[in-house]
């Protein structure tokens, strides 16, 4: 772990950081550790390949506390122990209050949520990009390519990019590789709201080949990810009979064959409109 903040401490700010390289241990040891009610803010950094045997966000775990994130990029974060959620970051505990603002996540692994896993509080992600993250879970609980959802959470989500994100599968061989698997149980190629109980708002984002092959290279290469197989939602799954929904002015590219950009499993409200050519 290279920064633990745990206690109410306020206006604390992290500016610059690079981040390189560390792996990370359990629970809890992300990266940096935000928990007890302090309130931070991180800007202007860089985290690389960070966090890879970490359970609870590669990056940075926040835990019933408040943090702002700013202008930062998340390259290859893993968090790949079993049951781990969001590679990049983790948001826990029903007072948690995270903002994500222009930041970059791309390459991040994780089981639940390849760069985003909140399992509680509120969660603002507005002007950042998501590119070839990833989550590795295959059972019906797993999926969420960029971001996963569940339990007691509030989410917003606007003004955002979505490409070639993916649910399940597997990550091996050089670095930042994914291979294919077939007769996936994850559902979610980008975002998955898995029996939420709150509510969440999908604005003004773009969602772009997820869960397609793309970048396919013969043997594999750093960087490549070789996906084309999911269960339910190439972009979006949302289940829930308490969870409040609106998805409103987004675009979407056309569907594999035989799938829908958005599943709903026995959700409770949903409000959409304008999102282009879409299947759901």
Known sequence: ????????????????????ASLGAGATLPNIN???GASVTIKNSFFKCSGLNGSAGGGILVNAS???ILNTVFYQNESSSSGAYGGALQVI?????????NCTFNG???QRGGAIGQK???LSVSGSCFSNNFSEENTSGGGGGAIYVEGSSNTTISNCSFDTNAASGNSGGSEGVITMVSGSSADGGALCFRTVTGTASITNSSFLNNAKIQNVASGGVKGSIVINDFDDGQDIYYSGASLNITINNNSFS????????IFEDGSGNQ???NNGIYTH
């Open 120 to 122: 509680a509080g509120t």
């Open 271 to 273: 409000t959409m409109s």
């Open 66 to 68: 408040t943090a702002v």
């Open 93 to 101: 505990g029903a007072s948690a209050n995270v903002t994500v603002t």
């Open 108 to 110: 991040c692994i994780s």
């Open 254 to 261: 056309s569907a594999n064959p035989g799938e829908v950009n």
């Open 1 to 20: 772990q290279v920064i633990n903040i745990n206690g109410t401490f306020t206006n604390i700010n992290l500016e610059g950081i690079l981040i390189t």
């Open 34 to 36: 935000i928990a007890g």
